[in-house]
């Protein structure tokens, strides 16, 4: 993916310059021709001097109907990116799981540090509010966070959205499951 942001950037780079470069000759050329037009009659010189002008005019042109183009086409990506709302729902998602969770530790009177992730997800495990499965789950959704918070490489998109799901349901769990220390305290006396 950065491969190929860059290779559209340097596209669009040169097509910058054609526009500049073509719309600069083309004026140059133009202002060659008006200024030998004294005469009436048609040289060699005029006409390349035309030709000139044309060609440059018409490069500036296509390359700034390409940026244009190019624009609105970047814009429709990114507000239609499926891949940029997956993406956003993972953090969303996330987000509700760091504060759920830390909201249920306080809720439980648990010392631990909320501004770690890890801590939260070991402090949940040993309150057995999570699985193991969750835990590794957990893991893997901050790996695949991290990936795209700092944009390491691009995720499969499936599996962004396979995520998401999955932290949702470990975080509605969290929010609803009887800590076992308690389950043990209500239990009856044998």
Same mark, same amino acid.
């Given at each position: 993916?950065?491969?190929?942001? &860059?290779?559209g950037?340097r596209?669009?780079?040169?097509?910058q310059?054609? &526009? #500049?470069g073509?719309?600069?000759?083309g004026?140059?050329a133009? &202002?060659?021709?008006?200024?030998?037009?004294?005469?009436?009659?048609l040289?060699?010189a005029?006409?390349?001097i035309? #030709?000139?002008?044309?060609v440059?005019?018409?490069i500036?042109?296509?390359s700034?109907?390409?940026?244009a183009?190019a624009?609105?086409?970047a814009?429709a990506?990114?507000?239609?990116?499926?891949y940029?709302?997956?993406?956003s729902?993972l953090?969303?998602e996330?987000?509700?799981?760091e504060?759920?969770g830390r909201?249920?530790l306080?809720?439980l009177?648990?010392?631990f540090n909320?501004?770690s992730v890890?801590?939260?997800v &070991?402090h949940l495990?040993?309150r057995?509010?999570?699985?193991?499965?969750?835990?590794e789950i957990?893991n893997?959704?901050?790996?695949?966070?991290?990936?795209?918070v700092?944009?390491?490489?691009?995720?499969?998109?499936?599996? #962004?959205?396979?995520?998401?799901?999955?932290?949702r349901?470990i975080t509605r769990? #969290?929010?609803?499951?009887?800590?076992?220390c308690?389950r043990?305290?209500?239990?009856?006396?044998?």
């Amino acid at each position: 993916m950065t491969q190929r942001r &860059a290779n559209g950037h340097r596209v669009r780079l040169a097509f910058q310059l054609y &526009a #500049v470069g073509g719309a600069l000759v083309g004026i140059v050329a133009l &202002a060659l021709y008006f200024l030998r037009q004294l005469r009436v009659t048609l040289t060699t010189a005029d006409i390349a001097i035309l #030709v000139t002008a044309g060609v440059g005019l018409a490069i500036s042109a296509i390359s700034i109907a390409y940026l244009a183009v190019a624009r609105v086409r970047a814009r429709a990506s990114i507000c239609n990116d499926h891949y940029v709302v997956a993406a956003s729902n993972l953090l969303a998602e996330w987000l509700r799981f760091e504060a759920g969770g830390r909201g249920r530790l306080e809720q439980l009177h648990v010392d631990f540090n909320p501004a770690s992730v890890r801590d939260i997800v &070991a402090h949940l495990y040993a309150r057995r509010l999570i699985s193991q499965v969750d835990r590794e789950i957990l893991n893997e959704a901050l790996r695949l966070r991290n990936e795209l918070v700092h944009g390491r490489s691009l995720a499969d998109r499936r599996r #962004v959205d396979n995520m998401a799901l999955m932290v949702r349901e470990i975080t509605r769990r #969290v929010q609803s499951v009887t800590p076992a220390c308690e389950r043990e305290q209500g239990a009856p006396a044998h």
